[in-house]
């Protein structure tokens, strides 16, 4: 298999490689390992909230990095808030931490599930350029392989992996 087939498609992109070796060469001087939070993301109706970013190619469930002093609760209510303007309705379920090697050597994500209100629609910006609710059995396309894993895995239709 080749070099460029072997990463996940969201990392094929140039502009999607150049920005996460930029900001996590960042992070490397800043910390020694990189943790974020991503969640599976419901409504009422069980409808998953997804997002397509500006420099990475696809649709992922929304989610971020957690800054110095920040708790992972923190981080998970700001990313939810500042990619849908959502609010966590009930209890966020912790669900698996995973390695993700396909971005870095030292980057984990913890990932949630819960359910959520969204205050109002998500208007397209700089890092968000779409933001949608979707039932599960009807994603849109392009949606990333990590995320179509993680609902298999939600559902039980999978075993959790360790690795994103």
Known sequence: MAEAEARPPEMRNWRARVVT????????LARGMT???????????????????SYVPGWHMPGGGVERGETLYDA????LREEGNLEITGDAEL???YFNKGTSRRDHVAFYRCTVRQA????ADREIVEAA??????LPDGVTPATRRRLEELAGRMPVSETW
């Open 21 to 28: 070796r930029v900001v996590h060469t960042w992070f490397a």
């Open 95 to 97: 669900f698996a931490v």
């Open 35 to 53: 943790l974020g939070v991503r969640a599976a993301v419901f409504d009422e109706a069980g409808r998953v909230f997804l997002v397509r970013h």
């Open 120 to 123: 109002a629609p998500k208007r």
């Open 133 to 138: 609710f979707f039932p599960v059995d009807a």
């Open 76 to 79: 998970l209510t700001k990313e």
